[in-house]
């Protein structure tokens, strides 16, 4: 009672719907182009103790020098290379947001999974818990938590998912109303299908499309969040580098070493726009419903 | 319609009624003793014992929450720690200069948002529409704090076009209050003037496309009378709900801006109070954010149910 010959049957047409869909996404140039920046960030933060040519802590020469010579991106007011901890700042960025958003992404969809699912009182339960946390702008929500619990990364991360969650909760929660009455769920309960099976094997497959969209945005906007809080002093604590307090902290020295803030501005501005453009691309390619309206 | 206000009435109650309970509760996230994270490991316990009671931590916690829904329903947000006034005086005082640079932001982002959508929908996948998609995509990409910080750079630092932070009342001096709003209004309006753009651009791509279109034409009528009387009015439905959830986001986006600009408005008081751990000023202001971004919402459902009969019965 494995897998039929039906089963197998509709495997290999996703199968071959998701290879066309990954084909019309590799001819897009500025998908190409986007997919490939991130990947070349992405390495270097994981990569980022050997490649930094420095320690991103420790004050090593003279404050404020300008670009060039051992120290590629000059040295900030601390007299420290201004290359290794835009290059660390990349590391605490990316890792707080895929932390954050992987969080997001696990609570919600089966938030939304069981709310779309089982209707009722789950339903109102979650739904309602959805709108409270929708109520609050985005950034006030996260400071306020932040705030409460103390700032320091782990807790920028834990508010971060919180403030994503609904936007999973109810993509999912949609999609799984649709979905249930299809007639292939009502065939697998009819069969004495588990629930939690129905849901893994059916339901989930059947929604993966919006959710892999909304990981992408999801991704840009949680660096939104978490380079917004670290200027305001909420995030990253000193000697921690993020590009929002390199940014923060160049303020004071702009107007006569501008290098300081261009190089964390551009890498912020850049890897946000990356993930949007890949965001766009990807629902362009999974949903041509919208393709073209965006 | 009168069911439907009733309706949204009485879920806009529950709405105010567990979002002041979330905030209530807000406090008790602090690991620890509030009032010995707000005083540090120095204070003695006396003044600890003095705060634990000004914001009534001494009290069993359910007398707290009947105490602090009696006083928030009565307008009394409790008072600042640190200025010893009251949060509810603070928070109207500087009420009026948030909503001014949302007002004028909403504003400017209409001005610029829409003309260039429309255009950028009309010619749809041709070079005006590359060109005005990407730098649409650049204004949703930035970060407030990357765009106001370099327009401070460029226009107050390097340029000295404009003023950077003294801050003067419109009351005082209307014409420096004015150069003092234009960088905070450009730089928190330059997403949502790309979200409009998007918004009226796939809008009308989708009308243009329609038969009653195709007829309007077909009658013979001029293509400005075309786009402006038939197209846009059909189109702009979609844009009024999308301005709705950016007055929200513009709510937010006020906290990086003022505190880049040093506005004297809301989200500089919350900052404010974060910094010193003041967390009476801190609730009051979330309080006040979440109530105006759950008005606003309410009041684009009920100008989508008037514009949109349809509505109404779902």
Sequence with gaps: ?294 | MTQYLARRGIYLLVQLLVVATVVFMLLRLVPGDPARAILGDTATEEQVARVRHQLGLDQPIYRQYVSWMADVLRGDLGTSITSGRPVATDVRDRLGNSLELIVLATALSLIIGLPLGIIAGLRANRLPDFVLSAAAMLGLSLPGFVVGTVLLLIFALRLRWLPQTQFVEWSEDPAGHFKLVILPVLTLAASTVAVIMRMTRSSMLEVVRQDYIKLARAKGLSERTVILRHALRNAINPVVSVVGLELATLLGGTVIVETIFGWPGLSSLLIAGVRARDYPVVQGVVLLIAVLTILINIAVDIAYAVLDPRIRVS
């Design chain 1, 1 to 294: 009672m494995t897998a039929g010959r039906g089963d197998r049957l509709t495997r290999t047409r996703r199968k071959q719907a998701h290879n066309t869909a990954w084909y019309r996404a590799l001819r897009s140039p500025r998908v190409v182009i986007a997919g490939a920046f991130m990947i070349i960030v992405a390495a270097t933060a994981i990569a980022a103790p050997v490649l930094a040519p420095h320690d991103y802590g420790e004050p090593l020469t003279m404050p404020l020098m300008p670009p060039g010579g051992e120290y590629p991106l000059g040295t900030d007011d601390f007299g420290r290379d201004v290359l290794s901890r835009l290059i660390y700042a990349g590391r605490v960025s990316l890792g707080v947001s895929t932390a954050s958003v992987a969080i997001a992404t696990l609570v919600g969809v089966w938030l939304g999974l069981f709310a779309g699912y089982y209707r009722g009182v789950v339903e109102t339960i979650i739904m309602r818990s959805m709108d409270v946390l929708l109520s609050f702008p985005t950034i006030v929500l996260a400071i306020a938590i932040v705030a409460m619990l103390g700032p320091n990364l782990r807790n920028v991360v834990i508010v971060i998912a919180i403030v994503y969650t609904p936007r999973f909760v109810r993509i999912v929660y949609g999609a799984t109303l649709t979905v249930r009455e299809a007639e292939f769920i009502q065939a697998a309960r009819a069969i004495g299908a588990q629930d939690l099976h129905i849901l893994r094997t059916a339901v989930l497959p059947n929604v993966m499309a919006p959710i892999l969209v909304q990981i992408s945005l999801s991704l840009g906007f949680a660096i939104l969040v978490e380079t917004g809080l670290s200027f305001l002093g909420l995030g990253a604590q000193p000697p921690t580098p993020s590009w929002g307090n390199m940014v923060s902290a160049a303020r004071d020295f702009m107007e006569t070493n501008p290098w300081l803030l261009i190089a964390p501005a551009s890498m912020v501005g850049l890897t946000i726009l990356a993930l949007n453009t890949l965001g766009d691309g990807l629902r362009d390619v999974l949903d041509p419903r919208l393709r073209g309206t965006g």
